[in-house]
């Protein structure tokens, strides 16, 4: 069973910058994509970016232009570069994987909490 563990979640204030990692474990050949969603309180989950295997790369409106994701070819290591951070984006923020074999599903992380004071 493969697993996802996020780092680098933090306080900064407006204007600031985090960069958040996600560490995956187990069979990591099968991942197809990479990403991360967040939530803030009393709101669903929402996809912030994610980054296939073939490089294509997917961002909400919201954090174009100002948040990167990344990945290392081993898809050992994936990277949420947020910058120019608004109190906005202040939520728990969770990796992603979207797995193909043995059958199409999804791998979450526990969640970071991000907060960026005004």
């Known amino acids: 069973q493969m697993q996802l563990v996020e780092s680098g979640g933090g306080y900064v204030q407006l204007g600031g910058s985090l960069r958040l990692s996600c560490a995956a474990s187990?069979?990591?050949?099968?991942?197809?994509?990479m990403g991360w969603f967040r939530q803030a309180p009393g709101k669903p989950r929402v996809l912030v970016a994610t980054v296939t295997t073939d490089g294509i790369t997917n961002y909400d409106d919201s954090v174009k232009g100002r948040f990167t994701i990344s990945a290392d070819g081993a898809k050992n290591t994936w990277y949420l570069q947020m910058d120019s951070l608004k109190p906005e984006d202040t939520a728990v923020y969770y990796c992603?994987?979207?797995?193909?074999?043995?059958?199409?599903?999804?791998?979450w992380g526990q969640g970071t909490q991000v907060t960026v004071s005004s």
């Open positions: 187990g069979s990591t050949s099968t991942i197809t994509t």
């Open positions: 992603y994987a979207r797995i193909y074999y043995p059958r199409s599903d999804n791998r």
